[in-house]
Nanobody, 126 residues
């Protein structure tokens, strides 16, 4: 079993920055892809970014490219999402997710992920 715990959400003004963290425990993650998703009120959960745990290759949704950066600290079993130049449309609950995939193929849909955190609220005021 894998446990994922997000932190770092909060209220920030447009143009500001936040860093989300996802602490993972319960397994070794050599065959995992770690992802960040978000869900705004009344909308479906959408892919934001992902990183292959060992290879380190990444993927981003177009709307955050150049503003968000996903990274991982293997020693700490932690994944980060650095969010800069935040916009009001970034407001959502952000979820960390883990996909058991030895091929390290990054999946962009929520159903491709096996484990989820509880989510952390990010609110960007304009």
């Amino acid at each position: 079993q894998v446990q994922l715990v997000e932190s770092g959400g909060g209220l920030v003004q447009a143009g500001g920055s936040l860093r989300l963290s996802c602490a993972a425990s319960g397994r070794t993650f050599t065959s995992y892809v770690m992802g960040w998703f978000r869900q705004a009120p009344g909308k479906e959960r959408e892919f934001v970014a992902a990183i292959a745990w060992v290879r380190g290759n990444t993927a981003y949704v177009d709307s955050v490219k150049g503003r968000f950066t996903i990274s991982r600290d293997i020693a700490k079993n932690t994944v980060y999402l650095q969010m800069n130049s935040l916009k009001s449309e970034d407001t959502a609950v952000y979820y960390c997710a883990a996909d058991r995939d030895p091929s390290a193929t990054i999946i962009l849909t929520p159903r491709g992920y096996d484990y989820w955190g509880q989510g952390t609220q990010v609110t960007v005021s304009s």
